[in-house]
């Protein structure tokens, strides 16, 4: 099973979606990182304002910061190695990662909404 990880620069929230501006990269990523997992891809995304210490821990992401500051984020390692540093993955390079088509990673979720009518 591939494993990725996503190191994101600090932000208000897990994803960054929320606020009055949000950046629709956040949005996209937002919406593969949970089609990711839905495929059966395992992936993890920590934020460096709330989750500092997986930044620590990492001695790869640990130097990445040392040697070039927190605007190498965002830092995605796909099984154990640095793939793209300072944006965030196309589509396509997610597709060539995981296996998954692109087209199927920017699927939006179906939303099935029932309502129940009182009868009067």
């Known amino acids: 099973m ?7 620069p600090a932000m208000c929230c897990s994803t960054g979606v929320c606020g009055p ?3 629709p990269e956040l949005i996209r990523m937002s919406a593969v990182v949970n089609n990711l997992k839905k495929k059966g891809i395992s992936v ?10 997986a930044f620590v821990d990492d001695a790869t992401v640990k130097q990445l910061l ?3 500051g927190p605007d190498v984020l965002p830092v ?3 099984d154990g190695q640095v793939v793209k ?7 396509e390079e997610l597709e060539s990662w995981s296996g ?18 009182k009868s009067q």
């Open 2 to 8: 591939k494993t990725i990880v996503i190191y994101d």
């Open 21 to 23: 501006s949000v950046d």
């Open 44 to 53: 993890s995304r920590f934020n460096l304002s709330s989750e500092p210490g």
């Open 66 to 68: 040392t040697d070039h």
């Open 76 to 78: 995605i390692i796909v």
């Open 85 to 91: 540093q300072r944006s965030y993955p196309s589509n």
């Open 100 to 117: 998954i088509p692109a087209s199927e990673l920017v699927m939006k979720p179906k939303v099935r909404v029932e309502l129940k009518l």
